[in-house]
């Protein structure tokens, strides 16, 4: 067997019986590059170590086996995957280096040639045999191939029962994008939709509230899609019966589209008290010529439609979004307009992108380019719009009583976030456990994007 595999066990052993004592001796440590999605692959993946006797340890500790998770959502996410890669294989060159995720099944075999120290390279699929590929190599130094990803057709399940931390959780419920926007690479790494059977998503739901989450996150490579690709499910169907699981405070949406919000789901939503007021609702431009070009499937009117239709629901909801600056023959007259729409909507938080050309798309060979000193002012003219978006926001909770799900203790104060995901600091009268509960604050200061207040009975 291979050398690394040779560690104070019995090699007369069966190969069931080796790793059944061999893995009891193991150490594994991870680092997640991108986006919550991958953060919940990593998680599962980890399960399937630990389960078998497999101690985690810090990224920085000397372990056996390490997994990359990796990005590849622009230039700059790639040539950290590769800068980390490098990095981890020389920490202990005896161990076992996995890279999976996103850039690996962006560039499969190549990235043997990019980074020889990679032992183990696995995509977007195949991650639920994480486990047996590493004890594989163990035995013969080889791994299966990448799949086309284009080519699976089931939601791969990657279970998780246990996790660190206890306040809020992530589900992933879908992978994959059908939209094919002309700037995303994402698509094609992740493969078209695939959405979780329900069934499985509320099973998985209920043994995180059981663990003591009292927050659980639904995320997805495309979330707006779920259900499209079963029968008789969708957002609308799962989302009461996650309000129904007892023990568990709330259910939040990590992203949509536009096109989510119709007259049904609005009806659904505002039955359940568990559902969270806060949505990102993906926008990236708010200029309808530019929205044409990175093949959006809506106009900025249907979005303020949407937007509208959300605050008729909840007059507080808080709304964040994305926005790309700089995408390909975007026109100073373009840019202003989304400066426009972005007051009129009136975000509480924005994240900007400047774009990023990706090998692949239709945006990667469009004439126009914008040049990076452009893009860089013009996104640094949305950031002070934001934050002033920000501040105007938060400025209307001020002598409002809201309720924050309680993260931790700072002193005399606790921490945690409110229904719209807005960051409170509550300072305590007397000392008392809250962590992990839900507590009323009088807020009554704003401050550097979060709030301030006192508990109240």
Known sequence: MFEACQKNVDLTLDTKKFFEQYNRNRRIATFTLGCKVNQYDTE????????????????????????????????????????????????????????MGCYVQSVQQKIKEEVPEVDIIIGTNGRSETLNMVNN????????????????????ELKISQIDGHTRAYLKIQEGCNNYCTYCIIPYVRGNIRSRQEQNVIEEAIRLTNIG???????????????????????????????????????????????????????????LPKMC??????????????????????????????VQALKNVWEDVALTTDII?????????????????????????????????REGTKASTMS?????????????????????????FLQKQIDKTVTILVEKHENNRIIGHTSN?????????????????????????????????????
């Open 137 to 156: 190599y163990c035995i013969n130094k080889t791994f299966d191939p990448i799949e086309d990803i284009m080519n699976i057709e089931l939601f791969e």
């Open 277 to 306: 007021k806060h949505f990102h609702l993906s926008l990236q431009s708010g200029c309808d010529t530019v929205l044409e070009r990175m093949n959006r499937k809506y106009t900025t009117d249907e979005y303020f439609a949407s």
């Open 368 to 392: 126009g380019q914008v040049e990076p000193q452009i893009k860089e002012e013009r996104a640094k003219r949305l950031k002070q719009l934001s934050q002033k978006l920000t501040e105007q």
């Open 44 to 99: 599962a993946v980890v399960e399937q170590f630990t389960n078998v006797g497999y101690e985690v340890v810090n990224f920085n500790e000397n372990a056996d086996v390490y997994i990359v998770n990796t990005c590849t959502v622009t230039h700059l996410s790639d040539r950290k995957c590769r800068q980390m890669l490098r990095k981890t294989k020389r920490m202990n060159e005896n161990s076992i280096l996995v890279a």
């Open 325 to 357: 600056v700089g995408f390909p023959n975007e026109t100073e007259e373009e840019f202003e307009e989304t400066m426009k729409f972005v007051e009129k909507v009136g975000f509480y938080q924005i994240h900007i992108f400047p774009f990023s050309p």
């Open 421 to 457: 995901y807005i960051k409170v600091k509550a300072t305590l009268n007397t000392y008392v456990s809250y962590e992990n509960q839900l507590v009323n604050v009088k807020i009554i200061t704003q401050e550097n994007g979060f709030l301030n207040g006192m508990v109240v009975n």
């Open 213 to 271: 989450f009292k927050e659980i996150i639904l995320t997805g490579i495309h979330v707006a899609s779920y259900g499209k690709d079963l029968n008789q499910t969708s957002l609308e169907t799962l989302l009461p019966k996650l309000n129904d699981i007892e023990n568990l405070e709330r259910v939040r949406l990590s992203s949509i589209e536009p096109v989510v919000i119709t007259e049904q789901f609005l009806n659904t939503i505002n039955q």
